[in-house]
């Protein structure tokens, strides 16, 4: 049972560069996040999504984008990459709602230079 | 809104020593959900346990136990005997219910960097 996958595990943007980060999830969970983690500051939560063509912003949605076309599958797409988006993100799914425990893709690492 | 501190940022101890992490948090909500995950060096998080807030029995799992107490509004995690594989980063989170996404998100403390030297 694979559970959340991510790729990219690393990787080196320009600034102003755009990429998608993938997340595919083999749970049939319907919530699925996106979260971005700095060094000391936790976790926060970029966008989220209830279901295959619902999405919502999170805490720090400026500078990204997200679609939800099937349970499976929940892309992040940064646009124009900015020094501030360097980080690492996770992609995390859950069954049916924020209170039921989160399962957690082994996140990316990008820098953006 | 909600909030969750975790106001020991390093923890460093010999191993078979007992450690406490503590974690206290603030919210308005009544009905709420409180956890504990678990960070490795390799980077991925690990779901350790769920609490509702109307259960303050405190819960054993190995040598992990937590301690939950809505009178301090606190839910620590003691590792008895600790082992050089507790190395980790742990984080605390809230989450309140609630039937719609965003008045339930789940908010995460800044996280406790536990290391076990052997």
């Known amino acids: 049972n694979a559970g959340v996958t991510q790729t990219p595990k690393f990787r080196i943007l320009k600034i102003g560069q755009s990429m998608t980060l993938q997340c595919t999830q083999d749970?049939?969970?319907?919530?699925m996040y996106w979260y971005r983690q700095d060094p000391g500051m936790g976790l926060k939560l970029i966008y989220y999504?209830?279901?295959?063509?619902?999405?919502d912003k999170g805490e720090v949605p400026n500078g990204y984008n997200v679609s939800r076309s099937t349970t499976e599958d929940f892309p992040l797409r940064l646009e124009l990459a900015a020094p501030s988006q360097t980080s690492v993100y996770f992609c995390a799914s859950s069954s049916s709602s924020f209170n039921q425990p989160q399962h957690f893709g082994d996140g990316t690492r990008l820098s953006i230079l | 809104a909600q909030k969750v501190t975790q106001a020991q940022t390093e923890i460093s101890v010999v191993e078979k020593e007992d450690v406490t992490l503590d974690c206290v948090y603030e919210t308005r909500d009544t009905t709420y959900y409180l956890f504990w995950y678990k960070q490795p060096p390799s980077g991925e998080l690990v779901f350790l346990i769920r609490r509702n807030s109307f259960d303050e029995q405190n819960e054993i799992s190995g040598r992990y136990s937590w301690n939950f107490q809505k009178s301090t509004s606190s839910f620590n995690f003691t590792i008895t005997a600790s082992q050089v594989v507790d190395s980790a980063v742990y984080f605390c989170?809230?989450?309140?219910?609630?039937?719609?996404?965003?008045?339930?998100?789940?908010?995460f403390g800044k996280g406790i960097t536990l290391s076990v030297r052997p």
């Open positions: 989170a809230l989450s309140p219910l609630g039937l719609s996404g965003a008045n339930s998100k789940l908010t």
């Open positions: 999504s209830v279901g295959a063509g619902i999405t």
């Open positions: 749970m049939n969970h319907n919530y």
